[in-house]
């Protein structure tokens, strides 16, 4: 029995994908308002002077002039204030090109505290901010306060720093993005300042235009305690309650944090639960394998990720991250020797031939490993309609590790259509331009046959394959997720091999 799951990293917006949620019809319909009043805003398309008041930049002004900071009355004077909350900035691509709201956006979204397990979040709605925004009044005290009088104490590679917030914002640079003016360049930080705090105000003034507080900011907790809060736990109650029967189980995209818990909790007492050497906290999106203790008592004899990496062709740049791989060997109560391996593939899947090349070349050029069966679980991120040279063609992906006398719990030839993914954005996030209407979820969001596990063609035969995004050993076809229920964008992927 082994199955393969791509558990996502947490997402700090709970807004950022659409969500099926059958028992809350106030969730879509919130969410297509949202998108038509970006999409079609008429009158509600106002000057930002109507949402981020001149009293709020006066006081802004006042809070970045004492920190030491270049006025940046001119640019909210002679254009900011008077330009369209939507036409105007939202939409704005340049703005986008620009990095100034996104940047800004990134770097204080959500700040992960020492000594705090629950993260610090920047007083706005696309993230787990619990504080009320019921009015632009009381959302701007609170968000002058977070980036100005709240010093906070991170972990950085250098060690511990305490600081305020603003102080971590980053230098918008031209050599890294082009659009910015020399001029913008002088004043980036002052200037993403200011816009930052204009797009959280358009935000908060989107949601209570088009919905009410008490119906908005409740639906929110609803989704930070499902999607966000609860997504760890979530993940480790299917992999126990639904998944313990396997004997083998790879995951990708797994935090430090879920690597513990999973160790320390029930599923420790059935599996040997193995981490990459180079594992990355940081990134915190690493390839873990959880091995029956039943079915393979002695755990991992040995990692051999290193060994696949030292594979790659020289010459060529595969985009592998820290902790994408994680390959080790073990041999299951019968003798039998195994290696098992799991990987995380680049957005691209351009990464997925070269990493699948250099294990089969690790196994058959040691002659240790010769004898050893494979059992490789990964999240290829291949693509039903791909582009050439930019994504990775799934039946191309196919005829790849046929060439290796190797099959897939899909068979030699992977039907394309044959989805584990199914996920869109919605329009309550950064990027704009990325964003699918209700009416477009299919056709514009990424669903696609991603999710694959792969052995050898002489050792086994499928008994039967199935996937799962409820959490019930169901898969629902044409349904977004995750959900308030499925925590991870990635469907669970199992399969029963019989040896030959």
């Given at each position: 029995?082994?199955?393969?799951?791509?558990?996502?990293?947490?997402?700090?917006?709970?807004?950022?994908?659409?969500?099926?949620?059958?028992?809350?019809?106030?969730?879509?319909?919130?969410?297509?308002?949202?998108?038509?009043?970006?999409?079609?805003?008429?009158?509600?398309?106002?000057?930002?002077?109507?949402v981020f008041t001149e009293e709020m930049f006066t006081s802004l002004e006042g809070k970045m002039d004492k920190v030491g900071w270049d006025s940046v009355r001119s640019y909210w004077d002679?254009?900011?204030?008077?330009?369209?909350?939507?036409?105007?900035?939202?939409?704005?691509?340049?703005?986008?090109?620009?990095?100034?709201?996104?940047?800004?956006?990134?770097?204080?979204?959500?700040?992960?505290?020492?000594?705090?397990?629950?993260?610090?979040?920047?007083?706005?709605?696309?993230?787990?901010?619990?504080?009320?925004?019921?009015?632009?009044?009381?959302?701007?005290?609170?968000?002058?306060?977070?980036?100005?009088?709240?010093p906070l104490t991170i972990n950085t590679k250098e060690g511990e720093k305490t600081s305020p917030v603003y102080d971590m914002l980053l230098p918008i640079k031209k050599s890294k993005y082009?659009?910015?003016?020399?001029?913008?360049?002088?004043?980036?930080?002052?200037?993403?300042?200011?816009?930052?705090?204009?797009?959280?105000?358009?935000?908060?003034?989107?949601?209570?235009?088009?919905?009410?507080?008490?119906?908005?900011?409740?639906?929110?907790?609803?989704?930070?305690?499902?999607?966000?809060?609860?997504?760890?736990?979530?993940?480790?109650?299917?992999?126990?309650?639904?998944?313990?029967?396997?004997?083998?189980?790879?995951?990708?995209?797994?935090?430090?944090?879920?690597?513990?818990?999973?160790?320390?909790?029930?599923?420790?007492?059935?599996?040997?639960?193995?981490?990459?050497?180079?594992?990355?906290?940081?990134?915190?999106?690493?390839?873990?394998?959880?091995?029956?203790?039943?079915?393979?008592?002695?755990?991992?004899?040995?990692?051999?990720?290193?060994?696949?990496?030292?594979?790659?062709?020289?010459?060529?740049?595969?985009?592998?991250?820290?902790?994408?791989?994680?390959?080790?060997?073990?041999?299951?109560?019968?003798?039998?020797?195994?290696?098992?391996?799991?990987?995380?593939?680049?957005?691209?899947?351009?990464?997925?031939?070269?990493?699948?090349?250099?294990?089969?070349?690790?196994?058959?050029?040691?002659?240790?490993?010769?004898?050893?069966?494979?059992?490789?679980?990964?999240?290829?991120?291949?693509?039903?309609?791909?582009?050439?040279?930019?994504?990775?063609?799934?039946?191309?992906?196919?005829?790849?590790?046929?060439?290796?006398?190797?099959?897939?719990?899909?068979?030699?030839?992977?039907?394309?259509?044959?989805?584990?993914?199914?996920?869109?954005?919605?329009?309550?996030?950064?990027?704009?331009?990325?964003?699918?209407?209700?009416?477009?979820?299919?056709?514009?969001?990424?669903?696609?046959?991603?999710?694959?596990?792969?052995?050898?063609?002489?050792?086994?035969?499928?008994?039967?394959?199935?996937?799962?995004?409820?959490?019930?050993?169901?898969?629902?076809?044409?349904?977004?997720?995750?959900?308030?229920?499925?925590?991870?964008?990635?469907?669970?992927?199992?399969?029963?091999?019989?040896?030959?």
């Open positions: 029995h082994v199955a393969t799951w791509n558990i996502a990293a947490i997402n700090n917006n709970p807004f950022e994908y659409w969500i099926t949620t059958k028992e809350n019809p106030d969730y879509e319909k919130l969410m297509i308002n949202i998108e038509n009043f970006l999409e079609k805003p008429g009158d509600k398309d106002v000057p930002v002077s109507k002679g254009d900011f204030k008077k330009r369209k909350i939507v036409s105007g900035f939202m939409k704005d691509g340049l703005l986008g090109s620009k990095r100034l709201a996104s940047m800004p956006d990134r770097v204080t979204n959500t700040i992960n505290v020492k000594g705090s397990e629950e993260p610090v979040c920047r007083p706005t709605v696309i993230n787990m901010y619990g504080g009320d925004l019921s009015t632009l009044d009381m959302w701007y005290q609170q968000w002058e306060a977070f980036m100005f009088d709240t082009p659009a910015i003016t020399e001029e913008e360049e002088k004043v980036s930080l002052p200037l993403q300042t200011m816009c930052g705090a204009i797009f959280d105000a358009i935000l908060v003034h989107m949601m209570n235009t088009v919905s009410e507080p008490d119906v908005w900011q409740p639906l929110k907790r609803t989704m930070v305690e499902n999607l966000n809060k609860k997504k760890v736990p979530h993940t480790l109650d299917i992999l126990s309650n639904v998944y313990s029967s396997s004997d083998i189980i790879t995951l990708q995209e797994v935090s430090l944090s879920f690597i513990n818990q999973a160790a320390s909790g029930p599923l420790g007492q059935t599996y040997h639960v193995i981490a990459p050497g180079d594992l990355d906290a940081v990134r915190d999106q690493n390839s873990v394998i959880f091995l029956n203790k039943k079915t393979f008592p002695g755990g991992a004899a040995n990692e051999i990720s290193a060994l696949v990496s030292a594979s790659f062709p020289k010459d060529v740049d595969v985009p592998v991250a820290k902790g994408d791989i994680l390959a080790v060997t073990t041999t299951d109560k019968d003798g039998t020797p195994y290696v098992v391996a799991s990987f995380h593939g680049d957005t691209n899947g351009l990464a997925t031939k070269p990493v699948l090349d250099a294990l089969v070349k690790a196994m058959s050029s040691d002659p240790q490993l010769v004898s050893h069966k494979l059992i490789f679980g990964l999240d290829a991120n291949t693509y039903e309609h791909a582009t050439p040279g930019k994504t990775q063609d799934v039946m191309d992906f196919g005829k790849r590790y046929v060439s290796h006398q190797l099959t897939s719990c899909w068979g030699d030839v992977p039907k394309a259509s044959n989805y584990t993914t199914f996920n869109a954005r919605t329009y309550l996030q950064p990027q704009l331009n990325k964003a699918c209407k209700s009416s477009e979820k299919r056709s514009k969001g990424d669903v696609n046959p991603k999710d694959f596990i792969l052995f050898q063609k002489n050792a086994f035969v499928v008994e039967r394959t199935w996937k799962d995004n409820t959490g019930k050993k169901k898969y629902t076809e044409d349904m977004a997720f995750p959900t308030l229920e499925f925590p991870s964008d990635h469907g669970i992927l199992a399969t029963v091999l019989a040896p030959k």
